[in-house]
């Protein structure tokens, strides 16, 4: 619409009214601003007419083209508009069109299918972290039977303290159910992975336990260990934490935490 307006060359005119005269002609005031009695008015052929101090052309023409360079709020219900004119505004096209180039060299696409080709690339990307993920899950579960054939007995009880590297929440879960499974007893599942200065810990107890060592205190008190804290159910409760480096040592002190549990 601006530049629809710009291309029209539009005459601009300015006169100096009284106020109240300036509103009774269809004036426009910028919301928030105070007036004094006379006030300039700038009027562009038949499409605006508005209070202001600022304007300086002889036609709309004069401003070449109006490009937004950006919006923002500056208060509730507000918001801001900035942009370029003129030369600003052309030096500005051309930049963004160098870097337009740029990327379709990169992509070995045109303008035209620059856009599809990026969201083939994001859409392979995802399939590849899926995959990624899905690896994983397989090498850690494979790893289950050797782990529990490691693990500690305590009291009879199976103690599976184990840290599975690259693993979110959610996979940890699916691991400690796998555990859970596969044990055919008994078993405490204290499992944690530390990224990106970040500890997940996921605590599952077998059925028989959830009275004596509930999921959740015990996530709780590893979760002290790791500058974090959480909860859960009985049976299955997780927790985070901030100190990726105390957990090998967190994880070394569950068997004794389930020990203090069943004695009590």
Request: proline share 4%; aromatic share 4%.
């Amino acid at each position: 619409m601006v530049n629809a307006q710009i291309r029209a060359n539009l005459p601009v005119s300015t006169r100096n009214l009284p106020r109240d005269e300036a509103f009774s002609l269809g004036a426009i005031a910028p919301f928030g601003e105070k007036y004094g009695e006379t006030v300039r008015v700038v009027r562009c052929g038949d499409f605006s007419m508005e209070f202001c101090g600022g304007t300086h052309l002889n036609a709309t023409g004069e401003i070449g083209v109006f490009l937004v360079a950006g919006e923002s709020s500056i208060a509730s219900g507000v918001r801001r508009i900035e942009a370029l004119t003129g030369q600003g505004a052309y030096e500005a096209i051309a930049r963004d069109r160098e870097t337009l180039d740029e990327i379709c060299r990169r992509l070995s696409a045109t303008s035209d299918s620059a856009a599809e080709r990026v969201q083939a690339l994001q859409d392979e990307l995802k399939a590849l972290r899926r995959e990624l993920q899905r690896s994983k899950e397989e090498n850690s579960a494979s790893e289950v039977d050797s782990i529990l054939a490691a693990a500690p007995a305590v009291q009879g009880v199976k103690v599976v303290a184990h840290a599975f590297p690259g693993l979110d929440s959610a996979q940890l879960r699916t691991m400690a159910d796998v555990i859970r499974a596969k044990a055919g007893g008994p078993v405490v599942a204290a499992l944690g992975s530390a990224e990106e200065k970040k500890v997940a810990l996921i605590v599952a107890v077998s059925k028989d336990l959830e009275i004596k060592v509930p999921a959740g205190g015990l996530v709780q008190e590893i979760a002290k260990m790791v500058g974090g804290g959480g909860g859960g159910r009985p049976d299955m409760a997780q927790a985070g934490g901030k100190n990726p480096e105390k957990l090998p040592e967190a994880l070394a002190a569950v068997a004794g935490m389930v020990e203090k549990r069943l004695g009590a």
